[in-house]
């Protein structure tokens, strides 16, 4: 995104996260600004959208990529707490930032969202049940906000990643997934909404 000119936010619970993302980008003169937010809080989520808009008088594109996974094993071990971790960041706290940004969207004619989900979310991951049941209802929630959002002129789309060697015999790279969701935030893809596109090297997936 900030290639093709965007102002760019990002946050990060960890500090030094921020200060590492914010100068790599500006060593690819970026146009950035860091902070820390755990998406998991109102108050930290009220403080990003607040500073968004203030340093960029708007909001136009809306990437939610945060995730957390505290479980590893079989579903039936997992406890409550777990379920409310995941769900918390996973899932809700992306619908509650889309709530919050629409308003500002809406005062600039439109906008973009993009979920990034997973390859999980079409097909369980063995060992991560509760983390894969959260990327699936990343699809639902993107369904499910375009057809609410489109009179908005508010675009909403997912992205299913998994960068393993699979068909094409190497690796993702960041920059392919990140070449994605740019397409998807563009005029090019202005007829695009309710959609998740995979980014799988060939992985076959789809509910």
């Not at 996974?69 to 889309?98: C, H, Q, R, Y």
């Not at 959002?149 to 190497?170: D, G, M, T, Y």
């Amino acid at each position: 995104m900030g290639h093709r000119g965007a102002h760019v936010v990002v946050s990060s619970r960890r500090k030094e996260n921020v200060e590492k993302a914010v100068a790599l980008l500006q060593s690819e003169k970026i146009q950035v600004t860091g902070t820390t937010c755990n998406v998991g809080k109102r108050e930290d989520r009220e403080r990003l959208v607040k500073l968004t808009v203030e340093q960029c008088g708007g909001v136009d594109i809306f990437i939610s990529n945060a995730a957390v996974n505290p479980f590893f094993g079989n579903m039936m071990d997992s406890n409550e707490e777990v379920w409310d971790k995941i769900l918390d960041v996973n899932v809700k706290a992306a619908f509650l930032l889309t709530k919050l940004v629409v308003p500002h969207m809406e005062k600039r004619g439109g906008g973009s969202v993009v979920f990034v989900s997973s390859v999980a979310g079409y097909q369980p991951m063995q060992g991560l049940g509760p983390y894969s049941v959260s990327k699936t209802a990343l699809l639902g929630l993107t369904r499910a906000l375009a057809p609410e959002l489109a009179h908005s002129n508010i675009r909403v789309n997912s992205l299913a990643e998994f960068k393993k060697q699979l068909c094409i015999k190497r690796l993702g790279q960041p920059q392919e997934v990140g070449g994605v969701i740019a397409f998807l935030c563009s005029e090019e893809a202005s007829y695009i909404t309710g959609e998740t596109i995979t980014v799988t090297g060939g992985m076959g997936c789809r509910l």
